[in-house]
């Protein structure tokens, strides 16, 4: 079935550095792709919608200076958490929509990224 | 915007016997029901999914319910067993493919 990439899977990175997470759909091509953020034990949030050759839409609260988003490609979504802190600290994980699933807007997760920020 | 509501939140049961999570989503134009089992580490994975002109969903020993007039959905495990012991997630969305979770239910499976 479809297969939706992330890397990578767990970083490490100092606080005030930048670090960049990319989000791949293996077998398809995803003109939407969304990232969300999930705390320990708690639910998924989406935090943008990725479209490719456009800007991202952003939900609210979330800062769009802080976490870059660039959908280059129709395979290929990342997102950068620019000049981290400890509190960005999370699981970030992206899913991808197939548009050419027989169940149309059927949708797929990657693996997830750990992000720590020391 | 759209709410998922999710309960229980825990639910422990024996190995073999049945177990039910049920979902309530607010959006009547949410048309995409996925479920989704997320282990410790682990991003989510669609176990099963339904849509909103098909009432109920079968694969092996996971169905999935729908009411649409209601709007809740519900997912069935039955015959579970310990490798089932995760945290399951429901979700809703409409054709832009914006997911909206439920808070999730942490099933145990006890051998």
């Known amino acids: 079935g479809a297969v939706v990439s992330q890397h990578p899977s767990r970083v490490i990175c100092k606080s005030g550095t930048s670090v960049k997470i990319e989000c791949r759909s293996l077998?398809?091509?995803?003109?939407?792709m969304f990232w969300y953020r999930q705390f320990p034990k708690q639910s998924l949030m989406l935090m943008a919608t990725s479209n490719e050759g456009s800007k991202a839409t952003y939900e609210q609260g979330v800062e769009k200076d802080k976490f870059l988003i660039n959908h280059a490609s129709l395979t290929l979504s990342t997102l950068t958490v620019t000049s981290a802190h400890p509190e960005d600290s999370s699981f970030y994980i992206c899913?991808?929509?197939?548009?050419?699933?027989?169940?149309?807007?059927?949708?797929?997760f990657g693996e997830g990224s750990w992000l720590t920020v020391v | 915007g759209e709410n998922v509501e999710q309960h229980p939140s825990t639910l422990s049961v024996q190995e073999g016997d049945s177990a039910v999570i049920k979902c309530t989503y607010s959006d009547s134009a949410s048309n995409y029901f996925p479920w989704y089992k997320q282990e410790l580490g682990k991003g989510p994975q669609l176990i099963i999914d339904?849509?909103?002109?098909?009432g109920e969903k079968k694969d092996q020993r996971i169905a999935v319910t729908l009411n649409k007039t209601a709007k809740h959905f519900s997912l069935h495990i039955t015959e579970t067993q310990p490798e089932d012991s995760a945290v399951y997630f429901c979700a809703a969305s409409g054709n832009a493919g914006k997911s909206t979770f439920g808070d999730g239910t942490t099933l145990t499976v006890k051998p």
């Open positions: 899913s991808a929509r197939d548009p050419q699933a027989l169940s149309g807007n059927t949708i797929y």
């Open positions: 077998d398809f091509q995803a003109t939407t």
């Open positions: 339904i849509r909103s002109n098909v």
